[in-house]
């Protein structure tokens, strides 16, 4: 079963990437840590194991049969290349022998913690799940998502809160080609603190990775990271510790966020930050909870044939099950949303 689950998460794009090391970053590690021991709160709640006995006794043939077809739960690789499925193999090899450069490479990609963490849930949370966590918003309310303060969420065990943002749940989609392991602890830690109020949420500076001493964040089974786990050292595990002070302010994204085209003024910023949850990246609606919602395509004749006034409107004082959005931004800013719609329409 172990070697089965290799690299079930290992499927679909490379990011262009065709090294061994990188695709076993990109798309591995976060599952089976990164030694190949499956040592991590993902890889323990999934019953991993250790995959590189495994590998040791598999013929080069055989490993490259496993990544390109898959095996049980394990997706099949059709679109990784020859170049790409030998360069994961020869990794692999690598990886089972011991070779200590390759893991502390792995480590150091894994290390890095968010630089704030309350900022990131604002951005790619909070559409679904509230600013505050209860999920009373629009979508939130249309999809029964449950409120992160329950008892139903906080009785569950630190590893099943990273497993479920990994791999999803429901309508909700899977975050392990987003956010590290080091990164998914931090959230794991700021569910915990949500029902201490927006006090105990305000980041401090995460700590620096060490490059010579890397080291993953891990929880032992069936425990909880605890608000007052704050280390001062560079583990990163010290990332996933609360974060004190201010309230949660409203997130912008870093303008390099890949796959999506550049706008007028703020309007991409806005719809990266509040609509991408719903719309995807590129308008189409054609992720989870846009197909579950059946929201057409911002880049259709029918949505593009309707007047800038309309699309304002729309926007301002909302559609269905689209909230409003008139006390959240100004006419200018909606103008420059509705600017960047175009611009979406115009790639197709």
């Known amino acids: 079963m172990a070697i089965a689950m290799l690299l079930a998460v290992c499927a679909g794009s490379a990011f262009g990437q065709t090294d061994g090391?990188?695709?076993?970053?990109?798309?591995?590690?976060?599952?089976?840590?990164?030694?190949?021991s499956g040592n991590g709160m993902i890889g323990r709640s999934l019953n991993l194991g250790d995959i590189r006995p495994a590998i040791k006794s598999m013929t080069d043939e055989q490993l490259r049969q496993l990544i390109l077809q898959g095996q049980g739960k394990m997706p099949a690789n059709k679109k990784f290349d020859d170049e790409k499925i030998a360069s994961l193999a020869l990794?692999?090899?690598?990886?089972?022998?011991?070779?200590?450069?390759?893991?502390?490479?792995?480590?150091?990609?894994?290390?890095?913690?968010?630089?704030?963490?309350?900022?990131?849930?604002q951005a790619k949370c909070s559409a679904c799940h509230g600013e505050d966590g209860t999920g009373r918003t629009t979508i939130g309310k249309s999809l029964s998502i449950p409120d992160l303060m329950s008892t139903a969420v906080q009785g569950r065990s630190d590893e099943e809160l990273a497993r479920i943002i990994a791999a999803g749940k429901g309508r909700m989609p899977s975050y392990?080609?987003?956010?590290n392991p080091v990164q998914i602890g931090e959230f794991v830690s700021y569910i915990r603190v949500l029902p201490e109020g927006p006090s105990a949420?305000?980041?401090?500076?995460?700590?620096?990775?060490?490059?010579?001493?890397?080291?993953?964040?891990?929880?032992?089974?069936?425990?909880?990271?605890?608000?007052?786990a704050v280390s001062a050292?560079?583990?990163?595990?010290?990332?996933?510790?609360?974060?004190?002070?201010?309230?949660?302010?409203?997130?912008?994204?870093?303008?390099?966020?890949?796959?999506?085209?550049?706008?007028?003024?703020?309007?991409?910023?806005?719809?990266?930050?509040?609509?991408?949850?719903?719309?995807?990246?590129?308008?189409?609606?054609?992720?989870?909870?846009?197909?579950?919602m059946r929201i057409p395509?911002?880049?259709?004749?029918?949505?593009?044939?309707?007047?800038?006034?309309?699309?304002?409107?729309?926007?301002?004082?909302?559609?269905?099950?689209?909230?409003?959005?008139?006390?959240?931004?100004?006419?200018?800013?909606?103008?420059?949303?509705?600017?960047?719609?175009?611009?979406?329409?115009?790639?197709?």
Request: charged share 20%; glycine share 8%; hydrophobic share 30%.
């Open 21 to 36: 090391r990188s695709l076993y970053i990109a798309k591995c590690s976060a599952c089976h840590a990164r030694d190949g």
């Open 201 to 228: 949420r305000t980041p401090v500076a995460s700590p620096k990775p060490s490059a010579s001493t890397p080291q993953p964040l891990e929880i032992p089974p069936g425990k909880t990271a605890r608000p007052e």
């Open 91 to 121: 990794f692999l090899r690598d990886l089972a022998a011991g070779n200590p450069d390759t893991g502390r490479a792995v480590a150091q990609a894994q290390a890095q913690p968010l630089p704030d963490v309350d900022r990131v849930y």
């Open 297 to 348: 395509s911002l880049t259709s004749p029918q949505v593009q044939a309707q007047s800038d006034e309309k699309l304002a409107s729309a926007i301002s004082n909302g559609t269905g099950k689209m909230p409003t959005y008139k006390k959240k931004y100004s006419p200018a800013e909606i103008q420059q949303l509705v600017a960047y719609i175009r611009e979406l329409g115009n790639k197709h």
């Open 176 to 179: 392990a080609k987003v956010f």
């Open 233 to 292: 050292t560079p583990d990163p595990a010290a990332s996933a510790a609360p974060k004190k002070a201010a309230a949660p302010r409203p997130a912008t994204v870093p303008a390099a966020t890949p796959g999506v085209v550049n706008a007028p003024g703020s309007g991409r910023q806005i719809y990266v930050s509040k609509c991408t949850a719903c719309h995807s990246k590129d308008g189409s609606g054609t992720g989870t909870i846009g197909r579950s």
